[in-house]
C-alpha cells in the first residue's frame, strides 16, 4: 500500500491509473478508522480496481468550540487497518498541502444544509462539500463511498454532485454498529464508562421509534416524544435535536411514511455523537 502526501502526486497516480484502464474507487475520512470506515473500504474494494482512502482532518469543517484539535489521531493503526481492509493508496495530507496561502475559494450546497446538523453546526458543510470537491479534482475517483451514519452528509454530497456534474458514483454504505447498538465513531473515544453506557439511549430510541412505526404509528410528533423521553432518561444527555424527516429532502414530516428518517443528535457529557434510522 502506498502512502502520498502532496497533491501532485496524488494527481499523477490518478492520471496513471485512469490511464491504465483502472477504476479508482475512493473513500472519504478523517482517520481514527474503525469497523464503520473498514466496511466503506470493502465496498469500494468490491466495486473498484484500486481503492484509495484519505485521512485528512478537515479544519474547516469545525466550528471554533468544536474539537478540531482533540479529535483523535492514529495514522500508522489507520495505515496497517486501511491495507487490511483492501486499500491500495491512503492519501494523507496536510493542511498546509490542501490549503494554501490565499485560500479564498468554497462549495456549498443551499437548503438541504439549513437543517439538522447544519442548523446546530454553522459553516460545517460548507467546509466538507469544499474539501470532498478538492478531493474529488486531487484522487479523481470513479465512484466514493460514504456512509448513511451520516445521512445529511450523503445527501449534500449527492446533491453537489449531480449539481456540479460530477461524473462520479455516490454509493451510501450502511451504518456499523458495536454488539450492542451504539453506532461506530471516532468520537465515541471521547466517553467515559458512564457516558459510554448512557449513549446506547440514541440507538434505543430510534429502535424503538423504528418498531412503533412498523406496528402503525404514523403521526411523527409522537415518535419524536418516546425518543425524546427515551433519551432524556440519562442524566448526561443533551438533545441537539430529534427530528423525523423525508430521506430525499430532509425537511420535517408530520406523517411517516414508506421512506422517512428518523435522526438524532445528543451530547453525552460534551461528546456530540449522532445516529438515525429509515422508518417505514
Ligand atoms: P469520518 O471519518 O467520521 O469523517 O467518516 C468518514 C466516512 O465514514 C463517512 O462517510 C461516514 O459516514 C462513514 N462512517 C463513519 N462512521 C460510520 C459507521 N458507524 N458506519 C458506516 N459508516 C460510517
Same mark, same amino acid.
Given at each position: ?5 502532496t497533491? =501532485?502526486?496524488m494527481q499523477?497516480?490518478?492520471d ?9 474507487g ?6 481514527? !478508522?474503525?469497523?464503520?470506515?473498514l466496511?466503506?473500504i ?8 484500486t481503492?484509495?482512502v484519505?485521512?485528512?482532518v478537515?479544519? &474547516?469543517?469545525? %466550528?471554533p ?7 483523535p ?8 487497518k486501511?491495507?487490511?481492509?483492501g486499500?491500495?493508496?491512503?492519501f494523507? #495530507? ?6 494554501g #496561502?490565499g485560500?479564498s &475559494?468554497?462549495?456549498q450546497? /443551499? @437548503?438541504?444544509?439549513n437543517?439538522?446538523? @447544519?442548523?446546530?453546526? #454553522? %459553516?460545517?458543510?460548507k @467546509? *466538507? ?5 478538492k !478531493?474529488?479534482?486531487i484522487?479523481k475517483?470513479h465512484?466514493? *463511498?460514504?456512509?448513511q ?10 446533491r453537489?454532485v ?6 462520479i458514483?455516490?454509493i ?8 450492542? %447498538?451504539?453506532a ?6 471521547? +466517553? =467515559?464508562?458512564q /457516558? ?5 439511549? +440514541? ?9 412503533m412505526? /412498523? ?12 425518543m ?5 432518561r440519562?442524566?448526561?444527555?443533551r438533545?441537539d435535536?430529534i427530528?423525523? *424527516?423525508?430521506? @430525499? &429532502?430532509l425537511? #420535517?414530516?408530520?406523517? *411517516?411514511?414508506?421512506?422517512? !428518517? ?7 457529557g ?9 422508518? %417505514?
Open positions: 500500500m502506498k502512502i502520498i502526501t497533491v =501532485s502526486e499523477q497516480q490518478a496513471d491509473l485512469r490511464k491504465q484502464g483502472r477504476t479508482i475512493f473513500v472519504p475520512t478523517m482517520g481514527y !478508522l474503525h469497523e464503520g470506515h466496511s466503506l470493502r465496498t469500494a474494494r468490491s466495486h473498484a480496481d481503492v484509495v484519505s485521512v485528512f478537515n479544519p &474547516t469543517q469545525f %466550528g468550540n468544536e474539537d478540531f484539535a482533540s479529535y489521531r492514529d495514522i500508522e493503526g489507520d495505515e496497517e486501511a491495507e487490511k481492509a486499500a491500495d493508496i491512503v494523507y #495530507p496536510e493542511a498546509e498541502e490542501m490549503y #496561502p485560500f &475559494t468554497s462549495v450546497v /443551499e @437548503g438541504l444544509t437543517r439538522l446538523c @447544519g442548523a446546530s453546526r #454553522p %459553516g460545517h458543510f @467546509g *466538507v462539500t469544499t474539501v470532498v470537491s !478531493l474529488f479534482l484522487v475517483p465512484l466514493a *463511498v460514504f456512509g451514519k451520516d445521512a445529511q452528509q450523503a445527501a449534500v454530497i449527492r453537489m449531480s449539481d456540479l456534474n460530477f461524473d458514483s455516490i451510501t454504505a450502511p451504518i456499523v454498529r458495536e454488539h450492542d %447498538g451504539l461506530m465513531s471516532s468520537r465515541n473515544k471521547y +466517553l =467515559s464508562a /457516558e459510554r453506557k448512557q449513549a446506547l439511549a +440514541l440507538h434505543d430510541a430510534l429502535e424503538s421509534a423504528r418498531k412505526a /412498523e406496528h402503525g404509528e404514523t403521526k411523527a410528533a409522537v415518535l419524536i416524544l418516546h425524546q423521553q427515551r433519551i432524556e440519562e442524566p448526561d444527555a438533545i435535536y427530528e423525523i *424527516v423525508d430521506t @430525499g &429532502t425537511e #420535517p414530516v408530520s406523517t *411517516v411514511h414508506s421512506r422517512a !428518517l428518523a435522526a438524532v443528535a445528543v451530547y453525552i460534551s461528546t456530540r455523537l449522532i445516529d438515525n434510522c429509515v422508518l %417505514g
